[in-house]
């Protein structure tokens, strides 16, 4: 079985992953493409900081040098995959914890001085697929900062799930399993919503797929190690 708890596909998501385990070249990222294609996935969702860049932003950036040096961590292979992604009608989006309601709080972290959450994911890909940029729906909300101490009564909050909700109701997609996130975090990757697809980055790397871990994967080590 691939990864996640669905069985609605036409070809196990993990064993399409599983063929392509390193770094993808252009003609590797068509097939990976179409992989993920006749495995039923509509909407392909994509964490930013040690994922879609290799490199962690804390939340958010400082404008000038700081923020040219994160956009120069943006990996290659999401850069290459994206476009074959766009060509094939997947929709796209961007789910991430960097979250613009922190300036209300965060001491320095002002708008002049610093960009964060959907203003910086919008910079993001603007750097890596300026032509297709537009075609992401950016989901950029942070539980904590959001509910602070609230947030344990509220388990539904929690990870990425208000994230894959949002993004799937943008889409009018009512079907998890046709959904998948590229997450560096583990409980990113244990809390999506039932059925949906999730697949766990190397966050040393960032998004490649020689870094790529499954979730049974992750279950199975915790296993072992009890």
Not at 62 to 83: H, W
Not at 89 to 103: F, G, N, P, Q, R
Not at 124 to 134: D, F
Request: hydrophobic share 35%; aromatic share 6%.
């Amino acid at each position: 079985m691939g990864i996640g708890t669905s069985t609605h596909r036409s070809e196990p998501l993990g064993a399409a992953l599983r063929a392509y385990e390193a770094t993808l070249s252009e003609e590797e990222s068509e097939g990976f493409a179409q992989h993920l294609q006749d495995a039923n996935i509509e909407i392909a969702c994509f964490d930013m900081d040690l994922t879609m860049v290799a490199q962690h932003s804390m939340g958010r950036m400082k404008r000038g040098d700081p923020l040219e040096q994160f956009l120069s961590n943006i990996r290659t292979d999401f850069v290459r995959l994206v476009p074959k992604l766009h060509q094939r009608s997947i929709k796209l989006a961007v789910a991430t914890h960097s979250d613009a309601h922190e300036y209300n709080w965060l001491l320095g972290v002002r708008e002049e001085s610093h960009i964060l959450g959907e203003e910086l994911a919008k910079a993001c890909l603007a750097r890596a697929c300026p032509e297709i940029a537009e075609e992401f729906f950016v989901v950029a909300y942070n539980p904590t900062a959001r509910l602070g101490p609230l947030l344990p009564f509220q388990p539904h909050m929690r990870g990425k799930r208000h994230h894959i909700r949002s993004i799937m109701k943008h889409y009018g997609c009512t079907d998890a399993s046709r959904v998948v996130l590229f997450d560096d975090d583990e409980e990113n990757v244990r809390t999506v919503p039932e059925g949906c697809h999730a697949v766990k980055v190397d966050p040393k790397i960032g998004f490649c797929l020689r870094g790529v871990r499954f979730e049974e994967k992750l279950k199975e080590e915790e296993e072992q190690e009890r």
